[in-house]
T-cell receptor, first 111, second 113 residues
Framework: ELKVEQNPLFLSMQEGKNYTIYCNYS?????LYWYRQDPGKSLESLFV???NGAVKQEGRLMASLDTKARLSTLHITAAVHDLSATYFCAVVAVLSYQLIWGAGTKLIIKP | DTEVTQTPKHLVMGMTNKKSLKCEQH?????MYWYKQKAKKPPELMFV???????INESVPSRFSPECPNSSLLNLHLHALQPEDSALYLC????????????FGPGTRLTVL
């Protein structure tokens, strides 16, 4: 059974700092997604990572995928307050094609 | 049009009421999903429709009844709900089931009294 683990679950940081959110998963998959959710809102797709070594960047966020290590990272560079949100990773289970979600990382960026 | 729409945005209902949630997409996607999300938790998959046929039912109680009238529309019929069913209900769609990025609607915030 595929399990997805995110850490940290909660992160409070100052503006201007860098940090990384980790997403580990337990069995083989070649498809991983990162989503953002603002309080009370829906899920916004950030990145789709489809192959080993994939790296995608959008503004201050960069996501990468290492399928051999079963690890994805979401790196935040020079954080700004607007990036405060909960970030979820989700992995496609190979047999069922269902999305298996991490618990989410609540990120608070203080001015 | 890259949008999934949901109505209503908010719904308050008693335990004896019958109501429906609606979802629509015009992206030509052939898979549509219902998720339930409780506060501070990830979404939980409820149902998947693929090519207008129910593909996955994640052991959801029968008080939730999905319907897919056509490839663009997805309904969730609610009857005799319990207070613990209060949650954010999210609809999503993707090009095909499972293998493609899912696009989420804004959700319906449901409160059961």
């Amino acid at each position: 059974e595929l399990k997805v683990e995110q850490n940290p679950l909660f992160l409070s940081m100052q503006e201007g700092k860098n940090y990384t959110i980790y997403c580990n998963y337990s069995t083989t998959s070649d498809r991983l997604y990162w989503y953002r959710q603002d309080p009370g809102k829906s899920l916004e797709s950030l990145f789709v990572l489809l192959s080993n070594g994939a790296v995608k960047q959008e503004g201050r966020l960069m996501a990468s995928l290492d399928t051999k290590a079963r690890l994805s990272t979401l790196h935040i560079t020079a954080a700004v307050h607007d990036l405060s949100a909960t970030y979820f990773c989700a992995v496609v289970a190979v047999l069922s094609y269902q999305l298996i979600w991490g618990a989410g990382t609540k990120l608070i960026i203080k001015p | 049009d890259t949008e999934v729409t949901q109505t209503p945005k908010h719904l308050v209902m008693g335990m004896t009421n019958k109501k429906s949630l609606k979802c629509e997409q015009h992206m030509g996607h052939r898979a549509m999903y219902w998720y339930k999300q409780k506060a501070k938790k990830p979404p939980e998959l409820m149902f998947v429709y693929s090519y207008e046929k129910l593909s996955i039912n994640e052991s959801v109680p029968s008080r939730f009844s999905p319907e897919c009238p056509n490839s663009s529309l997805l309904n969730l019929h609610l009857h005799a709900l319990q207070p613990e069913d209060s949650a954010l209900y999210l609809c999503a769609s993707s090009q095909a089931q499972g293998v493609d990025e899912q696009f989420f609607g804004p959700g319906t915030r449901l409160t059961v009294l």
